[in-house]
């Protein structure tokens, strides 16, 4: 999530009062309003807590040339009115991952893995949902690549019956971390989320 950080007027090192800018000017606005929030509904738990932060944010992806780091800036921008009015998005989220290859859960190169997903809704009820899986690294090759999970109630979790199968091309480096995207998409809803899947490096640790 992002939050404003540009020329917060703020107390002063000097005396008095001024223009200021930083992280450490953004960060504290998200903290306030996850009190906020503990504070008018002290029976969230700390998931509910940040996904709600997290899916109420505005959408800037419009603005400007933010377009240009499409999936790179988060959900949007701080919207600590819209977290307290509860906007009643649910939080569709992978809870778990697993993968498997020809060598058990190594990955390697010029092989074939199986990823296996489940995923968990934290905020509100959601109706059927579309998943896309995307490959960031031009060396993968998708065989599978599309989920639809069923109606998930808050709190429920959804397990994909069917492993999504991709292909590690040759010139994938020893150590490199895959990179793929989660493209979420059901009736009023839409989000995105990444993992990373390492490939085996030259050496092991045991």
Do not use: C
């Not at 404003?4 to 000097?14: F, H, K, Q």
């Not at 504070?39 to 997290?54: C, D, F």
């Not at 010139?171 to 085996?200: I, M, N």
């Amino acid at each position: 999530i992002m939050a404003p950080g540009r020329n917060i007027y703020s107390t002063d090192a000097g005396g008095g009062y001024g223009p200021v800018s930083g992280t450490s000017f953004a960060a504290p606005m998200v903290a306030a309003t996850a009190a906020l929030l503990r504070s008018a509904e002290p029976a969230l738990s700390a998931i509910e807590v940040m996904e709600r932060i997290r899916t109420s944010a505005d959408d800037i992806y419009s603005i400007g040339n933010n377009i240009d780091y499409n999936y790179k800036l988060g959900k949007g921008r701080l919207n600590m009115e819209a977290a307290l009015r509860n906007t009643g998005s649910p939080s569709i989220r992978l809870q778990a991952l697993d993968f498997n290859s020809s060598f058990g859960n190594l990955v390697f190169s010029n092989d074939t893995v199986s990823l296996n997903l489940s995923f968990i809704n934290h905020l509100s009820n959601a109706g059927a949902t579309n998943i896309t899986l995307r490959a960031l690294n031009p060396e993968v090759t998708l065989y599978d690549s599309l989920i639809t999970l069923p109606s998930l109630v808050q709190g429920a979790s959804a397990v994909v019956s069917t492993p999504l199968r991709f292909y590690v091309g040759p010139g994938v480096a020893p150590g490199t971390s895959l990179e793929f995207l989660l493209l979420y998409e059901g009736e009023g809803y839409s989000d995105f989320e990444y993992f990373d899947v390492p490939v085996v490096p030259h050496w092991l640790n045991f």
